[in-house]
T-cell receptor, first 117, second 115 residues
Framework: AQSVTQLGSHVSVSEGALVLLRCNYS??????LFWYVQYPNQGLQLLLK??????LVKGINGFEAEFKKSETSFHLTKPSAHMSDAAEYFC???????????????FGQGTILTVHP | EAEVAQSPRYKITEKSQAVAFWCDPI?????LYWYRQILGQGPELLVQ????????DSQLPKDRFSAERLKGVDSTLKIQPAELGDSAMYLC?????????????FGPGTRLTVL
C-alpha cells in the first residue's frame, strides 16, 4: 500500500519569506511524486513532478522540490513567497500497478498556505 | 489553451434525488478520471476510463454511483439516490494515456450539496 502524509494542514508565511511544505510518502518502491496547487473553487494544477533522474525538480511559479529517498520525503519550497501563492497544495504519489505502466494517483490531505503582507 | 470542461459548476439537491455531472476532456485525451474531493481532504479516484472502457472502478460505490463514457469522449457520472454524505467536489481529469508519466489535467469541478 502507498500513502502520503503532508505535515501541517495550515502554513502561514510573510510575503518574501521562504515557503516550505512538507510531504512524506510510504511505498515499498520509489513512486512517481507530484505537487499540485488548488485555488478556491477551481481544479488542480500541476506544479512539478519527479519521475526519475535528477532529484531536485523545478516547477512553475518558482517552486521546486527535492526527492530524498533515504527520508522518503518530497518537500516543496519557494525562496520568496508572493501573495498570489496563497492556495491549497497537495502532494501526490503514483506507483505502478503490478505488470502495468500505470497506477492510481493518491493524494495527501492538503496544506493551506496563507501569505501575509 | 485546451481545458477540461465540467458542468454544472454547482448543484444543490435533496437526498434521495438523482444527480448527474458531465465532463468533456481535452481533445485527443484517451484517459478520463473522476475524483471525489470531500472538504478538507485530497481528491480520491472514483473511476478511470481508457477510451470507452473502465480501467479501475474499485472505489466507486456501485450501489448508487454509475459512470459512462459511451463514445470514448465525454463522460457522465450519476448518483441515484443522493445521500447527505455525497456532498463534495467532483473533479474530472484527463490525460493523453494511462502511462504514469502522462500529466493529468483537471477541470474546475462540480460542487455538490445534498440537503
Amino acid at each position: 500500500a502507498q500513502s502520503v502524509t503532508q505535515l501541517g494542514s495550515h502554513v502561514s508565511v510573510s510575503e518574501g519569506a521562504l515557503v516550505l511544505l512538507r510531504c512524506n510518502y510510504s511505498s515499498s518502491v520509489p513512486p512517481y511524486l507530484f505537487w499540485y496547487v488548488q485555488y478556491p473553487n477551481q481544479g488542480l494544477q500541476l506544479l512539478l513532478k519527479y519521475t526519475t533522474g535528477a532529484t531536485l525538480v523545478k516547477g512553475i511559479n518558482g517552486f521546486e522540490a527535492e526527492f530524498k529517498k533515504s527520508e522518503t520525503s518530497f518537500h516543496l519550497t519557494k525562496p520568496s513567497a508572493h501573495m498570489s501563492d496563497a492556495a491549497e497544495y497537495f502532494c501526490a504519489v503514483r506507483k505502478l500497478a503490478g505488470g502495468t505502466s500505470y497506477g492510481k494517483l493518491t493524494f495527501g490531505q492538503g496544506t493551506i498556505l496563507t501569505v501575509h503582507p | 489553451e485546451a481545458e477540461v470542461a465540467q458542468s454544472p459548476r454547482y448543484k444543490i439537491t435533496e437526498k434521495s434525488q438523482a444527480v448527474a455531472f458531465w465532463c468533456d476532456p481535452i481533445s485527443g485525451h484517451a484517459t478520463l478520471y473522476w475524483y471525489r474531493q470531500i472538504l478538507g481532504q485530497g481528491p480520491e479516484l472514483l473511476v478511470q476510463f481508457q477510451d470507452e472502457s473502465v480501467v479501475d472502478d474499485s472505489q466507486l460505490p456501485k450501489d448508487r454511483f454509475s459512470a459512462e463514457r459511451l463514445k470514448g469522449v465525454d463522460s457522465t457520472l450519476k448518483i441515484q439516490p443522493a445521500e447527505l454524505g455525497d456532498s463534495a467536489m467532483y473533479l474530472c481529469a484527463s490525460s493523453l494515456g494511462l502511462a504514469v508519466y502522462n500529466e493529468q489535467f483537471f477541470g474546475p469541478g462540480t460542487r455538490l450539496t445534498v440537503l
